[in-house]
């Protein structure tokens, strides 16, 4: 009497290979539009920042010049969108930032200088609390005023007028809390795990009143760890928001 086969055990090696595989050709597609598409859309850009100032002659009616403007503003955000997906692609594949000794005041200061504008036409106010000019961090430049630009902004779509946001650091043992603070319409916590994927957002598509891609926390994210660092969110659902980027002490 022949006995029974064992069943065949999966080939777990194997199936890992395959998602590696899908994984990769998920980022090299990802990077292939990005690249191919953000040529025609500087184009686009440029031709239509030309039309709105009129820069060879009157259009003829203001409507044209309107449009052109709408048509400018469309593709700046569109490149925006594409400048972000390069920017997880790029950083999952393992082309890192470079940390540094550099103190942080400096970076918020440039990044509050770059978003004022955006927060006084919103009628919200920017509070720096940091003025510890000597208090420095392990972290690439360009890498954190990346992940402050992103928090700030979005802490300004969200916060409502007359209010203010308060952006600090502070150290802590062998590390650097930089925190971005408002109150507003914050998801519950236990969204936000999700809201850290690329493309996820915390309204459905009937009641979504701001506009995005659902990136901004997922290059946030991607960006810190780059650094060594980590991000986390305290969320008090519909009330106020708190933002951490955690980095190594310098």
Not at 57 to 63: E, F, H, K, R, T
């Amino acid at each position: 009497m022949s006995l029974p086969q064992p069943a065949e055990a999966p080939n777990w090696t194997l199936d890992a290979a395959r998602e590696a595989d899908k994984d990769a050709a998920k980022r090299a597609f990802l990077r292939m539009v990005s690249h191919e598409l953000r040529t025609p859309l500087n184009s686009i850009i440029g031709f239509s920042d030309i039309l709105t100032h009129e820069l060879y002659g009157p259009l003829g009616s203001a409507q044209y010049v309107e449009y052109a403007g709408i048509i400018r503003d469309s593709g700046r955000k569109l490149l925006n969108l594409f400048n972000n997906v390069l920017d997880i692609v790029r950083l999952e594949d393992g082309q890192g930032l470079t940390p540094m000794n550099e103190p942080v005041l400096p970076l918020i200061e440039e990044v509050l200088t770059k978003v004022r504008p955006l927060a006084t036409a919103r009628g919200v106010t920017l509070y720096n609390r940091l003025l510890d000019e000597h208090l420095h961090a392990w972290l690439d430049p360009r890498g954190l005023t990346t992940c402050l630009d992103h928090l700030l902004r979005n802490a300004i779509d969200f916060t409502p007028e007359g209010e203010t946001i308060e952006i600090n650091a502070r150290l802590g043992h062998n590390h650097v809390s930089v925190s971005v603070f408002n109150r507003g319409n914050a998801p519950d916590q236990d969204e936000i795990e999700r809201l850290m994927k690329p493309f996820e957002q915390g309204e459905n598509a009937e009641n979504r009143t701001h506009e995005g891609a659902g990136l901004g926390w997922a290059v946030v994210r991607v960006n810190i760890e780059a650094m060594g660092g980590s991000f986390s969110v305290v969320s008090r659902k519909g009330e106020a928001l708190k933002a951490i980027l955690r980095l190594k002490a310098g």
